[in-house]
C-alpha cells in the first residue's frame, strides 16, 4: 500500500499545468514548461523554465525536482542542480534551471515535461561541534574505497 499525501498545488491559469504521475508506480510527477513561447536553449547555454506552479508542501516534507531521463538521453538537455530542492515553507513557482550539453541547439516547447517532482520526508539534524568518532574509512575520499 502507498503512503499518499495531500499536497496543495496553485497554477498558473495562463501557462502552468498540474504536475501529472505519468504511472501508477512512477516516483516524480512530470513537471511542463509553462511557457507562452518556445526557448532556444543553445549548446552550453542554461535556462531557468518556470512551470506556472507553486505548492504548499506539508511540514516535514521537500520537494526535489529531477531530471527526466529521456530529454537528457534523446537532447543532452538536463538540471544544472539536480536535484533542485523545493522547502517546506516556499510558496513562489517552481523553476527549473535546464542545461544544453549537448553540441545541437534545442528548442523548449509549451507544456513540454521538462522535469519531475519527487515529494520526499526530510530529517533535520541537531549539529554539534566536537570531535568526530573513528571509522575503518576515516578521512578517505574520491575513490579510497576502489574502483
Do not use: H, W
Amino acid at each position: 500500500m502507498s503512503d499518499v499525501r495531500r499536497v496543495r498545488v496553485q497554477i498558473e491559469a495562463a501557462t502552468g499545468f498540474e504536475p501529472v504521475y505519468a504511472s501508477a508506480q512512477a516516483a516524480g510527477a512530470d513537471l511542463k514548461a509553462g511557457i507562452a513561447e518556445p526557448i532556444t536553449l543553445q549548446p552550453g547555454e542554461r535556462v531557468r523554465v518556470p512551470t506556472g506552479v507553486r505548492c504548499g508542501l506539508p511540514a516535514g516534507y521537500e520537494g526535489q525536482v529531477r531530471p527526466r531521463s529521456g530529454l537528457a538521453d534523446r537532447a543532452g538537455v538536463t538540471i544544472l542542480n539536480a536535484p533542485g530542492t523545493i522547502d517546506a515553507d516556499y510558496r513562489g513557482e517552481i523553476q527549473v534551471i535546464l542545461v544544453n550539453l549537448s553540441q545541437a541547439p534545442y528548442q523548449i516547447q509549451p507544456g513540454e515535461r521538462v522535469a519531475q517532482l519527487v515529494i520526499a520526508p526530510v530529517t533535520r539534524a541537531e549539529f554539534e561541534a566536537g570531535p568526530l568518532p573513528e571509522s575503518v574509512r576515516g578521512s578517505g575520499g574520491f575513490g579510497s574505497t576502489g574502483r
